[in-house]
């Protein structure tokens, strides 16, 4: 498990730029929503005290009143999605239902605008886009890779690694709905318990059961993708049943390159969070830095993606996955 995890850094490694082709893509969706919004808080504290705040520190107060008269993105802008809030943000929503474009919220309940989720849609079918292209790099144990070559492949796979993704978003969707009555009955019991001790195990554990089964058809749906490119299987349904068998045959290494990954994940969320709480932005060079030190966290999330990526197609070669297309 872990040999294969490491080759799948030195591919990564190899392939560096990869990161890089993916860091614009975040990029460019990322300008969608900021630009119209720093045009926005430009014009809103243009000749006003707090803009001074805003500027070396932030103005708290100002933000409150701001927020209430906000629709649309710009209501999605809160101090709990600064510094390491924002991967805690997006766990709760992910668990909620939110994500991705607030498919699975229960009850049509919703706290993010139908922009951002728009957008993130997008985003999501970018990524199934590329995804292909760059299995097809890591496939060869060589290395190297072109612009034309990374598109070339993403198109000629795409059809087959969308149905896969849908197939992954069905059977998420099937994890929710069965998830819906154990959380009613897991929160009636939270609140009947007389220990608040209690109380907070069983929520933690319930949310803990979805998370894992969540990760579990990432796994499933990510080594089926892996199969389309590896072994050129024509069936999305056939090479996720394929998938299915292999992770069952060889769940361990399978689920501990997540268990590596969410670790690794975890130490770069610590690591930027401590450096994060000592730097001070009090001017637009601190803020350079900032976004410079934000922008580090996204490249290490990334890497990591295409690693565990990497790291399937190597776990496969080792295992011998295949099966009839």
Partial sequence: MLTALRAGFRSVGRNWGL??????????????????????????LAHRGASSGMMYGFDYDWWARW??????????????????????????????GFLPAGLFAQGGR?????????????????????????????????????????????GFYSGRILRVSL??????????????????????LAREAVSERTAIALTLGRHAVLLLALVLVHMVSSHAKV????????????????????????FLPAFGQYAAVLLLGAGVLALFGALDARLGVIGWRSQLL?????????????????????????LQHARGAGTPR
Avoid at 67 to 96: H, W
Avoid at 167 to 188: C, E, I
Avoid at 235 to 247: D, P, V
């Fill in 19 to 44: 990161v890089l082709l993916v860091l614009l893509g975040n990029l460019a969706f990322a300008l969608i929503l900021a630009v119209p919004l720093s045009l926005q808080l430009d014009r809103d």
């Fill in 227 to 250: 199969l389309v490119v590896r072994e050129e299987r024509l069936s999305s349904t056939l090479a996720f049943l394929s998938s299915l068998g292999f992770c069952a045959r060889n």
């Fill in 67 to 96: 927020s209430e008269r906000q629709e649309g993105p710009p209501s999605a802008l809160s101090p709990d999605i600064l510094g390491t809030g924002f991967a805690f943000r997006n766990l709760e929503l992910l668990l909620r």
């Fill in 110 to 154: 919703g706290t993010l605008d139908p922009t951002i989720l728009g957008v993130g849609a997008l985003y999501l079918l970018l990524q199934v886009f590329l995804t292909g292209g760059l299995l097809g790099v890591f496939r060869a144990p060589q290395g190297g890779w072109t612009v034309r070559g990374v598109l070339h492949g993403s």
């Fill in 167 to 188: 197939l992954s978003l069905a059977t998420a969707g099937a994890v929710f709905a069965l998830s819906a009555p154990l959380a009613r009955w897991v929160d009636g």
């Fill in 290 to 314: 900032g976004l410079a030190l934000f922008q580090s966290v996204v490249v290490a999330r990334i890497a990591l993606r295409l690693a565990l990526l990497a790291g399937q197609m190597e």
